[in-house]
């Protein structure tokens, strides 16, 4: 695939195939994504890569601890409730997203339920933790790097046929996630990406969320138009 069809073709898969993933094309999507730039080659990311019965048992435990109403012990700052625009494209999307579900407003059991799908990866066959050093975390640049190899992983991945979601949700509980996924204390957990092999049946699958136009984002000086 050539870099415009990776970039406008990609889109979030929260339904996946059973199929496992070979470590083999994992590793070789890492080491791509790790080709991202970071603040003074700092690389502060580290990967935990799970399948099979521990990434189970993540799932059951952020399950359980979301049923019974446990608070969410995110180690990445949350940040204040989105206002205004911001919050009017997180409602467009989930819009979008229960649309393609049949998802009525008043369904309770079903919003719950595709909540419940993010505590445990989408069913995912991988999940992907991402987390940096903890030394550098008093720097803006970290996660700004993290972001940066986040981006390219899900690029990467989409190139080679696979599918990811970037989420919080798999990472809310993070003594769960810590406990099971084996990460020490000196490493600070950001992100979950779920990835696998996009269920093309899965209707979720065929959203593509909105973005807002250049004319909107970008302001241009010095320009001759």
């Known amino acids: ?42 690389q502060p990311w580290n990967f935990y890569v799970l399948t099979g019965e521990p990434l189970d048992r993540i799932r059951a435990g952020n399950t359980e601890r979301n049923l019974a109403g446990i608070p969410h012990s995110r180690e990445f700052r949350t940040g204040e409730a989105f206002a205004g625009v911001h919050r009017e494209r997180q409602i467009g999307v989930a819009k979008q997203l229960f649309a393609a579900m049949g998802i009525a407003r008043e369904d309770t059991a079903a919003r719950q339920d595709w909540v419940l799908r993010g505590f445990r990866q989408f069913d995912a ?53 810590r406990e099971h996924a084996g990460i020490p204390d000196d490493q600070v957990i950001m992100k979950a990406i779920a990835l696998g092999w996009p269920d093309e049946a899965f209707p979720a699958n065929a959203v593509v969320s909105e973005r807002k136009p250049v004319s909107e984002a970008a302001v241009f000086l010095g320009f001759d138009e």
């Open 125 to 177: 066959p991988v999940c992907v933790i991402v987390t940096y050093d903890r030394v550098l975390a008093s720097s803006d640049d970290t996660p700004f790097d993290c972001g940066a190899v986040t981006n390219c992983l899900v690029n990467a991945a989409w190139s080679r046929g696979l599918g990811c979601v970037i989420n919080s949700q798999g990472i809310m509980q993070s003594p769960v996630v």
């Open 1 to 42: 695939m050539n870099f415009d069809d990776v970039i406008l073709g990609r889109r979030s898969i929260r339904g996946y195939k059973p199929d496992p993933v070979p470590r083999k094309l994992i590793e070789e999507i890492l080491a791509l994504a790790m080709r991202a730039p970071s603040s003074m080659n700092t």
